[in-house]
């Protein structure tokens, strides 16, 4: 198993900016989510998703869409790119809703935003 | 007022010696706690999980959590370099959606 992957690994992007960050997982999870992590922040979820075709959107969602077409892939999109969206992202995946404590991590993106 | 509060540190100890790191959270309604540990450029990697309150031992890693008190705890014994990295707490309710909230992560480092 490959786990949780992402891509790309690093990105850099001009203001206004569109894109989207990838994410999948192989572990046939049901609860997907995404963070960013800023300095002295610590995780902060953007959006999660509780299965094919649900999503809802968590702590700081603003920026930002997903949308979650299959159980495997959780992109993430941003829709006009700001300085302040400049931060490492993670994609998390757990098996169960309830019990999603064992949070799979992939290993980020960074993203910088000039 | 952040729902989860942890020094940041830095913290650094001589190989061999117990760490406690510890976090301290707002909301009565946190049943599941967590620690997670992340390496330098890494995703964090989930080190230990409690429900409710208690204790739970796993090897070197003790983790403790005091509702009480609205307090959790991380003990390593016997700390080696390896265990250099971020740790970061999480908690959340457990509810449906079950958003977790995270420490801003302490960093360690064990020096040989």
């Known amino acids: 198993n490959a786990g949780v992957t992402q891509t790309p690994k690093f990105q850099v992007l001009k203001t206004g900016q569109s894109m989207t960050l990838q994410c999948a997982q192989d572990m046939n999870h049901e609860y997907m989510s995404w963070y960013r992590q800023d300095p002295g922040m610590g995780l902060r979820l953007i959006h999660y998703?509780?299965?094919?075709?649900?999503?809802d959107q968590g702590e700081v969602p603003n920026g930002y869409n997903v949308s979650r077409s299959t159980t495997e892939d959780f992109p993430l999109r941003l829709l006009s790119a700001a300085p302040s969206q400049t931060s490492v992202y993670f994609c998390?995946?757990?098996?169960?809703?309830?019990?999603?404590?064992?949070?799979?991590f992939g290993p980020g993106t960074r993203l910088t935003v000039t | 007022q952040k729902e989860v509060e942890q020094d940041p540190g830095p913290l650094s100890v001589p190989e061999g010696a117990i760490v406690s790191l510890n976090c301290t959270y707002s909301?009565?309604?946190?049943?599941?706690f967590m620690w997670y540990r992340q390496y330098s450029r890494k995703g964090p990697e989930l080190l230990m999980y409690?429900?409710?309150?208690g204790n739970k031992e796993d090897g070197r890693f003790t983790a403790q959590v005091d509702k009480s008190s609205k307090y959790i705890s991380l003990f390593i014994r016997d700390s080696q370099p390896s265990d250099s990295a971020t740790y970061l707490c999480a908690m959340s309710a457990g509810n449906t959606g079950n958003q977790f909230y995270f420490g801003t992560g302490t960093s360690l480092t064990v020096i040989p």
């Open positions: 909301n009565s309604a946190f049943q599941y």
């Open positions: 409690t429900y409710s309150s």
């Open positions: 998703s509780v299965g094919a075709g649900i999503t």
């Open positions: 998390a995946s757990s098996r169960y809703r309830l019990s999603s404590y064992e949070q799979y």
